[in-house]
């Protein structure tokens, strides 16, 4: 896939342009077919700088299901996104060719088959180096992006936002589950350890050997307690000292925000981050080498008010703004 920044848009020649979302001036923005933000679809355009691509996967589960819906909601809950992000004050629709790759073909009854179709598939919307979003799907999916990803970028400093940690080893003897994605990815040596952070942690845990096993793989944690004492500045302040220059990935499991702010999940735990901290921290990431991003976890069935979906959504455009340069 040819990047559209090889085209002449990017080198002051105004014959090819982004194509841009629907107009919510001329088209109402409730009207028409869902794609994220109302951008074009992937085939509808010769190239892309950043692709939105939805993995519809959720056989990974431990609890409620349902997350292989998220796409759909997210997507839906997408419309009313506008062109101009003015926190990061940046534009990613116009300065870029960003679109909407569809969803990842993966089968629903077998793990290991699934995770190589979305290995594969997230492969061939970055292998020229653009960066991808991906809308899940539950958290089993971040193990084959992480994969994909080092295929291009080699080991990443990660940033999972989440209730869990999910680096457990197996769930009735199933080694790749949503609670054991990042022990796979550990053992694989995908992300950088000491580089790499949990943020938002909290609820009752298996046993206290959990979180020892946790620090031993490479993880600090930012308990969700900290943001008692702790402002966003000061968890940004930390985060980026621990990434620094290396390729990031950000995960974000949507339980990571209180079930007041994400009813729609599949593992909820109660006392968490405000969507306002959230989008905070993620926005104090500007500047940085943003490789791949995903919101995972929504469970539509469980929405009231699409409130889970339009916080993923948000998150979601931050992600695509973040990669704007
Ligand atoms: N990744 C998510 N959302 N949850 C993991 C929870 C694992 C458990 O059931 O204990
Ligand atoms: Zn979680
Ligand atoms: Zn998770």
């Known amino acids: 896939m040819p990047r559209a920044s090889d085209s002449p848009a990017d080198s002051g020649h105004s014959a090819v342009r982004p194509v841009g979302p629907t107009d919510g001036h001329s088209s109402p ?10 951008l074009p679809r992937i085939e509808d355009v010769p190239g892309h700088d950043i692709a939105v691509v939805g993995v519809p996967f959720d056989a990974g589960v431990t609890f409620r299901p ?27 629709f116009r300065d870029h060719q960003v ?33 991808l979003v991906t809308l899940g799907g539950d958290h089993t999916i971040a193990y084959p992006l992480l994969r994909a990803v080092n295929r291009v970028h080699g ?15 197996t769930f009735w003897d199933a080694p790749l589950t949503h609670g054991t994605p990042f022990r796979r990815a550990a053992e694989e040596g995908l992300f950088l350890p000491g580089s790499s952070a949990h943020v938002g942690i909290r609820g009752s845990l298996g046993e206290p050997q959990d979180l020892i096993t946790d620090a031993e793989l490479g993880f600090t944690i930012v308990h969700c307690a900290d943001l008692e004492t702790l402002t966003v500045r000061e968890i940004v302040t930390r985060l980026r000292e621990q990434i620094g220059d290396a390729p990031l990935y950000v995960s974000v499991d949507i339980d990571v925000l209180d079930p007041a702010h994400a009813p729609a999940t599949g593992t909820p735990e109660a006392g968490g981050m405000t969507s306002r901290e959230l989008l905070g921290i993620i926005r104090g990431f500007q500047g940085l080498n943003l490789v791949g991003a995903d919101v995972v976890e929504v469970s539509p069935a469980y929405d009231h008010a699409d409130i889970t979906s339009i916080a993923a959504a948000n998150i979601a455009y931050e992600f695509v703004s973040l990669c704007a340069r």
């Open 29 to 38: 923005r409730y009207a028409g077919l869902t794609t994220f933000a109302r």
């Open 66 to 92: 349902g997350a292989r819906f998220g796409p759909a909601a997210i997507r839906q809950a997408s419309r009313l996104l506008r062109p101009y992000n003015p926190r990061l004050d940046v534009m990613p």
């Open 99 to 131: 679109v909407d790759a569809g969803d990842l073909p993966c089968n629903p009854f077998d793990i290991a088959t699934a995770s190589k179709e979305i290995e594969d598939g997230a492969y061939e919307l970055i292998r020229d180096g653009a960066p």
């Open 155 to 169: 080991p990443v400093a990660l940033v999972h936002f989440d209730a869990h940690l999910d680096t457990w080893d």
